[in-house]
C-alpha cells in the first residue's frame, strides 16, 4: 500500500507541470462568495481575526484579511498581519536541510551522531543509529507527550531541551510506528549550525525569507515589530479571551516561524509549479524538493473525509476527494494555520487565525473543491459536528472527574508538610510552595512564567489551575513514606485532542511523572 501511495503522489507532482490547469480567470470565478463563506464561518467560530491567500498556476489570486487583531480592539487584519503559523515551520526545516544535501553537506541518511557528538537518547544503540531521515518524519518513537510538555512548559534554550532527551522514555519502538515530535524537529534545526556555524534562524532568514521576498517573516517573537501582530485568544470553558503571548524560541525548528499570508503565498509557490525555483531562481533541486514530498512513513487515517495517509519530510501526504495533496496545520497558543497544496491543480491555500478552530479545515477544503470544480460539500458543517461531538464527549469525561470527586476528605498532613522540592531527571526540578493565602502552589523550573495555584481535590490530590489562562489544569498526586511524610509528587500530564483545547480535563494520552522529594 506504501509503495502503490508513493508511486500514486509521484505521478500526480509530476502532472503539474505537464498538465493544462484552470485559467486564472476560471479559478477568481469560482471563488465568487468566498467572503461572505469566511465571515459566516467566523461568526460561527467566534474567530477574532483570520487571513487566507491562495495560488494558483504560480499567481497569487487571492490575499486577504478579516476581522480584527484584537478582541476589543478595531484593527483589521490584513495580508500582512504576522501570525504564528507553528508546524509548518517544519516544511521550512526540511527544505533548509535539502539545501545542504545539495552543497553536498549532509545526506538524509547520516546518523545524526556524526554531526552532532552530543546527541543522546535513552537507549544507547538507538543514539547510534537515528538518522536525519528519522527525525523529519516522526518515527523516532520519542516526543508526543513528554516532548511537548518539555519545550512548551520551559524558556530552557534548544540545547538543554535536546540535552534532556536522554531522560526521555521510548513511546514507540524505534522506527516501529508514527510518532510526532516537535523536539526531534528540533534535533534537526540543530544540525544546521552544526554543520554550517550559523543558528537555524539565521539560515531560515538568509536561506529561505530573503530569497522568497518573506520580508515580515521572523522565528520569534522577540522579532515582532510595529502594530500589524495578531494577538492570541483561546476558547476557554465557552468564551473567547485573550491570552498572553508565549515565547516559542526554545521549539525554533519545529514550531517558531511568524509570518503573513502574503509571505506564506510565496514559500506556497515555491512547492507549487516547477519545485524548487521562485521566479526563474533555482533554490533547491528538483530531486530533493521531490524527496520532501515523498511517503516516508504511515500515518493512517485521521480524518475521514480527507484521509492523512503518510508523511513526508515536513509534510503531511494524503487525498482529497480524488487528488493527492501536501498539507500541514499548526497550533501553538491562541494561533491557528492551515496550509494545502494540490500539486496537480497547482493550487495552495494557506489560512491563519487567532483563535484554535477546525473551519481553516473546512475554508480550505472549500477553496479546493470551487477551484477543481467538485460538487459542493458542506465543509463547515461537517467540521463543526464533529468539534461539538468531541465537546460533548469532553464535557461528560469532566462531569465523571468531578462525580468522582470525594469532597469531605481531608490531606494526610498539613499542607506546610507538602512544601519542598521535588525532581525528575527529564523535568528537573518542582518546587511546592505557599503563596501566603493559606494554599500551595507549583513552580516549574525556578520560573514564575510556570506557576500553578493548587486547590484541594480530595484526599492527597490537588487540581493545579495555571496563571497563564492558556495552559490546561492538571492533578497532582502526593504519596508518602513509612513514616508519613510526603516523598513523591505525581503529575498527571495530558495531551488531550487539539480541538478539547477548551479548559476541559480530558486526553486522548495521559503520563504521570513522578517527582521524588528532594531532602
Known amino acids: 500500500m506504501m509503495r502503490k501511495f508513493t508511486q500514486l503522489f509521484t505521478l500526480a507532482f509530476v502532472a503539474t507541470v505537464a498538465s493544462d490547469p484552470l485559467a486564472h480567470a476560471k479559478a477568481t470565478d469560482s471563488l465568487t462568495g468566498l467572503e461572505e463563506y469566511i465571515q459566516d464561518g467566523m461568526a460561527d467560530w467566534e474567530i477574532p481575526g483570520l487571513a487566507i491567500a491562495i495560488v494558483h498556476e504560480d499567481e497569487v489570486i487571492f490575499s486577504r484579511g478579516f476581522g480584527t487583531l484584537r478582541l476589543g480592539e478595531n484593527i483589521p487584519v490584513d495580508e500582512h498581519t504576522l501570525f504564528g503559523v507553528a508546524s509548518t515551520t517544519k516544511a521550512m526545516t526540511a527544505a533548509a536541510l535539502a539545501m545542504l544535501v545539495d552543497e553536498g553537506k549532509l545526506d538524509w541518511d547520516d546518523r545524526v551522531i556524526d554531526h552532532m557528538p552530543e546527541f543522546r537518547l535513552s537507549d544507547p544503540w538507538v543514539t547510534q543509529e537515528v538518522r536525519v531521515r528519522d527525525l523529519l518524519t516522526h518515527r523516532v518513537g520519542v516526543g508526543r507527550m513528554t516532548g511537548n510538555r518539555l519545550q512548551f512548559m520551559n524558556e530552557a534554550p534548544r540545547e538543554k531541551i535536546i540535552h534532556q532527551m536522554r531522560y526521555h522514555e521510548f513511546e514507540q519502538p524505534f522506527r516501529s510506528n508514527y510518532v510526532y515530535s516537535n523536539v526531534m524537529y528540533s534535533v534537526a534545526g540543530e544540525l544546521i549550525p552544526a554543520i554550517t556555524g550559523k543558528s537555524w534562524d539565521q539560515f531560515i532568514a538568509e536561506r529561505?525569507?530573503?530569497?522568497?521576498?518573506?520580508?515580515?517573516?521572523?522565528?520569534?517573537?522577540?522579532?515582532?515589530?510595529?502594530?500589524?501582530?495578531a494577538w492570541p485568544h483561546q476558547e476557554i470553558r465557552g468564551d473567547v479571551v485573550e491570552i498572553p503571548r508565549r515565547n516559542f524560541d526554545n521549539v525554533g525548528p519545529s514550531a517558531s516561524v511568524n509570518s503573513s499570508v502574503h509571505d506564506m503565498a510565496q514559500w506556497m509557490r515555491l512547492q507549487l509549479g516547477e519545485p524548487g525555483v521562485f521566479e526563474g531562481e533555482r533554490l533547491i533541486s528538483e530531486t530533493q524538493m521531490r524527496e520532501t514530498h515523498q511517503p516516508q512513513i504511515a500515518t493512517g487515517r485521521d480524518d475521514h473525509a480527507s484521509p492523512i495517509r503518510a508523511y513526508g519530510l515536513g509534510w503531511s501526504l494524503g487525498e482529497h476527494r480524488g487528488y493527492s495533496i501536501a498539507q500541514h496545520g499548526g497550533a501553538t497558543d491562541g494561533m491557528n494555520t492551515q496550509l494545502l497544496l494540490v500539486p496537480k491543480l497547482d493550487l495552495g491555500v494557506v489560512v491563519v487565525s487567532n483563535l484554535f478552530n477546525n473551519f481553516r479545515l473546512a475554508l480550505a477544503k472549500e477553496v479546493v473543491d470551487r477551484i477543481a470544480g467538485l460538487e459542493s460539500k458542506d465543509w463547515h458543517e461537517y467540521y463543526r459536528d464533529r468539534y461539538l461531538a468531541?465537546?460533548?464527549?469532553?464535557?461528560?469525561?469532566?462531569?465523571?472527574?468531578?462525580?468522582?470527586?470525594?469532597?469531605?476528605?481531608?490531606?494526610?498532613?498539613?499542607?506546610?508538610?507538602?512544601?519542598?522540592?521535588?525532581?525528575?531527571?527529564?523535568?528537573?526540578?518542582?518546587?511546592?510552595?505557599?503563596?501566603?493565602?493559606?494554599?500551595?502552589?507549583?513552580?516549574?523550573?525556578?520560573?514564575?512564567?510556570?506557576?500553578?495555584?493548587?486547590?484541594?481535590?480530595?484526599?492527597?490530590?490537588?487540581?493545579?489551575?495555571?496563571?497563564?489562562?492558556?495552559?490546561?489544569?492538571?492533578?497532582?498526586?502526593?504519596?508518602?513514606?513509612?513514616?508519613?511524610?510526603?516523598?513523591t509528587l505525581k503529575v498527571n500530564f495530558t495531551l488531550r485532542p487539539a480541538v478539547l483545547q477548551v479548559g476541559l480535563y480530558p486526553s486522548g494520552y495521559q503520563r504521570k511523572v513522578r517527582f521524588e522529594r528532594q531532602q
Open 208 to 229: 529561505l525569507f530573503a530569497p522568497l521576498g518573506m520580508d515580515r517573516s521572523n522565528t520569534s517573537i522577540t522579532q515582532l515589530d510595529g502594530n500589524n501582530n
Open 390 to 487: 468531541r465537546f460533548e464527549e469532553a464535557r461528560k469525561e469532566r462531569e465523571r472527574i468531578h462525580s468522582a470527586r470525594q469532597e469531605s476528605t481531608r490531606p494526610s498532613v498539613d499542607l506546610s508538610d507538602f512544601e519542598g522540592k521535588y525532581f525528575d531527571p527529564l523535568y528537573q526540578t518542582v518546587e511546592v510552595f505557599s503563596p501566603g493565602d493559606g494554599r500551595l502552589a507549583l513552580r516549574f523550573w525556578d520560573s514564575d512564567e510556570h506557576i500553578a495555584d493548587l486547590e484541594h481535590w480530595h484526599h492527597d490530590t490537588f487540581r493545579a489551575h495555571w496563571r497563564n489562562p492558556a495552559r490546561r489544569e492538571k492533578f497532582v498526586h502526593f504519596t508518602l513514606d513509612e513514616d508519613g511524610d510526603p516523598d
